[in-house]
């Protein structure tokens, strides 16, 4: 039984955390929408932020093993950045990690910051490795800074999402993804083409 | 006396609005950091969203008026973009509209979430000009699509900030600009250069 209350706990946090934000999910709301009881909640964890960090490891685990799964292949580099920048689903909800930076609570938490961080420190990192592949297989300039063309990448999921929930529907994230794979395709250096 | 209880209402709330959100700024908060009076709040607004509605459009208003002031100028497509990814200020607060995406209060109400669609449709057109006019330059391909780049780069300064946010510092926000700058150089035509 206790698992269960637990699991139902956690994976409501993380639905509230991804659609309304870390400042508006309420214990309360928690409550309600898990149908669990206070006391029970409280019997699990030692309050909301304790709740909201098992919520997001969980999210933040699901997004590394789906970018790793992307990432980690024997695909040439640039198919697999296009592929990373393709795959992205379910534009509207947006990053449950990423969108966790709008919200100050949750970067004045040093336990939910650290979460958040190390996530996009993980991604980046795989990213950075997959260019670097590139570099050596030459498909990328040899003075491409596997850094800096992670972080681009990275900003263009996480601002694609900004702009779709601006407009209202999904398409500038598609257009974004568009663009940058055609710039993807231009920057590949002839010789590997 | 009128407008000035007004004027520091709205920049009070625009400062509120971009450091901590539109959930998080309560009409109490706006009162106590103004030093507005709340007869006086209500003389001059009808609520909390009339009064958001004024901050975001003083916002928009310059976040418009500094991108036609980049993007509107003699200079090659390329430069000017480039221009525009790097003038980019005030990396750990973010963009004031932009922000108001991760806030599902903003995205619930047509007159808040009309501003910020408005905003980032403006900046969008700007920018699909000046990458039309790259084209007819000679600077990109003529099959770019220039709504598609022009949303590319939209998207990395707003995930860039987001980037940011997670890290706790501006390095991936630099690191992103500085990956798209070098794509965009890589993607321009031969005979431009």
């Known amino acids: ?36 009881g206070q006391g029970s909640m409280y019997h699990h964890f030692a309050g909301k932020e304790d709740l909201a960090a098992e919520a997001l490891d969980e999210s933040a685990a699901q997004l590394v093993a789906a970018a790793d799964r992307i990432l980690n292949t024997g695909a040439p580099a640039t198919d697999r950045l296009i592929t990373y ?12 990690v990423g969108r966790m930076t709008g919200d100050p609570d949750v970067l004045d938490s040093d336990r939910l910051h650290r979460i958040v961080r190390e996530t996009f420190d993980h991604v980046r990192t795989t990213m950075s490795a997959v260019v670097r592949a590139g570099i050596d297989d030459g498909e990328f ?25 601006a407009a209202g529907t999904d398409a500038p994230f598609g257009r974004a993804i568009d663009g940058a794979a055609a710039l993807l395709a231009a920057a590949r250096l002839e010789t590997s083409r």
């Open 1 to 36: 039984m206790a698992p269960t209350t637990r699991a139902r706990l956690v994976e409501t946090t993380r639905t509230l955390l991804w659609e309304r934000g870390y400042a508006a999910t309420s214990p309360g709301a928690i409550l309600t929408e898990s149908g669990v």
């Open 85 to 96: 920048l393709t795959r992205q689903r379910d534009v509207m909800r947006g990053c449950p």
């Open 141 to 165: 300039a040899p003075d491409t800074d596997p850094d800096a063309l992670a972080d681009t990448i990275l900003a263009i999921v996480q601002g694609g999402y900004v702009l779709a929930r």
